[in-house]
């Protein structure tokens, strides 16, 4: 260890050697030198001059108290008595030394000429001096040359001053005591340690390998601090001064090329305010009001994190939207999963989820375990998602889902899909297809619920195709009802379907392959029948809880029976010529050609009925040309056949009629004029059973 100029106050104990080859100065006169090790010196001790003046062996050592006991006489010198000319007279009690002490080297009394010129404070000795105890004491000043060697404690209660200190070999450990350590006073001074050094065991410690540590021996690193357990904080960086400009700790990094690269971090760096920042050498990158709100990017964050960047890219891809991302947010996965967001340009922002390829998107999810989600409101939204828009606009659109691709037969959906058993769901979806039409379908895709076409507006339910502004279509083929409408409470349904070639319009049940009852309310239903060459409508109706009977009929042909289903004139009402009813009427109007028989009815075949007829007849061109005839048709025993048995009247005008049986046939035959005729017929009969 080289000391310059070192200042002790206080005890200086050394326990093994100090070589000082410049000059040790004991200030103010009261201090005193002492050891316990043995003195090897090339100066005199007395008085620092003679560089040979005697050495001490071991056996000088062992002085008994009366050799230390010197006497006041033997050390009154006068300025007469020159030491170096060896003419001073000694005492009967110096003299009585041992024959060791005695035997000097004629080497030790070689003295320079140059060694002769003391002044006379040299010479001046008090009597402190030679009541010399334990320790060794001397006024003035005292120089040493050469090598001094203490074998003991060397106690210095002043100041030690010398141009080099070298403590050559420590074997246990030097104490400081009491009062201040102070290695030099000039800025420009170097303290060279070699070794460690350590201060207050468990505080500060420097390794020999340049490490520091602070609460910790073993440091690992340039500087390692191990705070103890009772410390709130590691490292206290406090200024001094209030302008703001605060606390800071610069780091510098310097690349192979010999870039030199500084961070400053700390309070106030680039602003002066009451801030944390990290500072990058030409700008704040990171800040930290004094309210603890966090800017990036920007040195007035208003929120608690608050980031901008003043890169004008934008993204346009998947793959620009991570390079070009303002914020990107990446969780633990060896592929680089993240969100990244940013500006597409204009007022809109974007989040998007992908992976670090910069090619695969990641699904986003928002309240995967639960919760709501609201756009547009403040309020706390009741549904899994609100969005809420409060735009007066007969177009106003409120949300939108588009996708670009316009490849033919591309549809995209919004599913809506629920739980039905374990493990089971079900899914409805509302789209829209590249055709210009919109779907609702449940469940299956290859089932065409809804259909909207934007062409022509049709709705289409199980087509895709709507030919009208409503259009239905049921595959299945043993199921009638297509429309069911029900009101609330114990009434009956209405249902309107189609079952194989008949539309069916029902109240009460409907009709699938058989009749089906609500409950304990009888069947009303219309059935139009369409086929092959014609159709026919059909009316039944039923009793509580009876499946229904039809109880009026319109033929293809417009003929309309009413308990009757073959009806042969314009209308029936129940069966004329049937034994299974109590009879019934019959109505017909028709165009006959002049002077030709014409079937008006078909009569029983056994010819048992007993009927009323009643014709009226006019020309189509001539009202002058009209008639009536009222007759009754019975079975007439003697002929065996059915016949006119009675007329009533037979009256007309320019126009004869004539009426017959032909077979089961009832025909009318008309004379006069040229014309044809309207004749309307009446039949009211029975036949019997």
Do not use: C
């Not at 060896?86 to 041992?98: K, P």
């Not at 520091?212 to 601090?225: A, H, W």
């Not at 390079?323 to 993240?338: A, D, I, P, V």
């Amino acid at each position: 260890m080289n000391l310059y100029q070192p200042t002790i106050t206080g005890s200086l104990s050394v326990s093994g050697s100090v070589n000082i080859s410049g000059s040790i100065t004991i200030a103010g006169g009261g201090g005193t030198i002492s050891g316990t090790a043995s003195y090897a010196t090339n100066a005199e001790l007395l008085d620092g001059l003679d560089s040979t003046v005697f050495t001490l062996t071991s056996s000088f050592a062992a002085q008994t108290a009366s050799f230390t006991a010197f006497t006041s006489s033997i050390l009154s010198y006068t300025a007469s008595q020159n030491i170096l000319n060896g003419t001073y007279t000694l005492t009967s009690s110096f003299a009585a030394q041992t024959a060791s002490f005695t035997a000097f080297t004629a080497s030790i009394l070689a003295q320079t000429a140059s060694l002769n010129s003391f002044s006379a404070s040299v010479l001046s000795y008090t009597s402190s001096l030679n009541a010399k105890t334990s320790s060794f004491a001397t006024t003035g000043s005292n120089t040493f040359e050469g090598i001094q060697t203490i074998n003991s404690n060397l106690i210095v209660t002043g100041s030690i001053t010398a141009q080099t200190l070298v403590v050559q070999t420590i074997t246990s450990s030097v104490d400081f005591v009491t009062g201040s350590t102070r290695f030099g006073s000039l800025l420009a001074n170097t303290h060279v340690f070699s070794g460690s050094v350590s201060m207050n065991p468990g505080g500060l410690f420097v390794s020999s390998s340049n490490n520091v540590g602070i609460g910790t021996t073993t440091p690992t690193r340039n500087l390692e601090i191990i705070a103890g357990a009772s410390n709130n904080s590691i490292l206290k960086l406090n200024a001094t001064t209030a302008n703001g400009y605060g606390a800071q700790v610069e780091y510098s990094s310097k690349t192979t090329e010999g870039v030199t690269t500084t961070w400053v971090v700390g309070t106030g760096v680039s602003t002066g305010t009451n801030s944390f920042e990290f500072f990058n050498g030409s700008s704040t990158v990171m800040f930290i009001s004094s309210s603890g709100n966090i800017g990036i990017g920007t040195l007035n964050p208003i929120a608690a994190l608050h980031i901008y960047s003043a890169n004008q890219n934008v993204a346009s891809s998947l793959a620009t939207a991570y390079s070009n991302s303002k914020f990107r947010l990446e969780t633990y996965n060896t592929s680089g999963q993240g969100i990244s967001m940013g500006s597409i340009g204009g007022y809109s922002q974007y989040i998007q989820a992908q992976y670090s390829d910069q090619t695969t998107q990641a699904p986003l999810l928002l309240q995967p375990f639960s919760g709501s989600v609201g756009i547009g409101t403040s309020d706390t939204p009741t549904t899994p998602l609100l969005v809420y828009s409060n735009i007066a606009s007969t177009s106003n659109v409120i949300s939108e889902f588009f996708n670009g691709d316009y490849t033919a037969g591309t549809r995209n959906f919004i599913r809506v899909r629920n739980g039905v058993t374990v493990g089971a769901t079900q899914s409805s979806y509302f789209g829209q297809g590249q055709d210009g039409k919109t779907y609702i379908i449940s469940n299956d895709f290859t089932k065409n619920n809804i259909v909207i076409n934007s062409a022509n507006n049709n709705v289409g339910i199980g087509t895709n195709n709507p030919a009208k502004p409503l259009h239905v279509y049921n595959t299945n083929t043993s199921a009638n009802a297509q429309f069911k409408l029900t009101n609330s409470g114990n009434t009956p349904s209405g249902y309107l379907g189609i079952f194989s070639d008949t539309l069916y319009i029902n109240s009460g049940g409907t009709y699938d392959s058989g009749w089906t009852l609500d409950g304990a309310f009888g069947i009303a239903a219309i059935e139009l029948y369409s086929f092959n060459g014609g159709s026919q409508l059909n009316f039944s109706t039923a009793a509580s809880n009876t499946t229904p009977t039809e109880r009026m009929r319109i033929t293809s042909a417009g003929k309309v029976g009413i308990q009757n289903s073959s009806p042969q004139g314009r209308l029936e009402v129940g069966i004329v010529n049937n034994n299974t009813t109590a009879g019934g009427h019959f109505f017909s109007s028709f165009q006959i050609p002049v002077n030709t028989w014409y079937t008006v009815f078909n009569a029983p075949s056994n010819g048992q009925w007993n009927a009323i007829t009643e014709f009226t007849w006019t020309s189509a061109g001539d009202f002058n040309r009209s008639g009536a005839a009222y007759m009754r048709w019975a079975y007439e025993a003697g002929a065996a056949t059915l016949g006119v048995v009675y007329t009533l009247f037979n009256n007309s005008q320019n126009a004869t009629a004539t009426f017959r049986k032909s077979g089961v046939e009832i025909q009318i035959y008309i004379t006069g004029g040229a014309a044809d005729y309207y004749v309307q017929v009446r039949i009211q009969g029975s036949q019997a059973s």
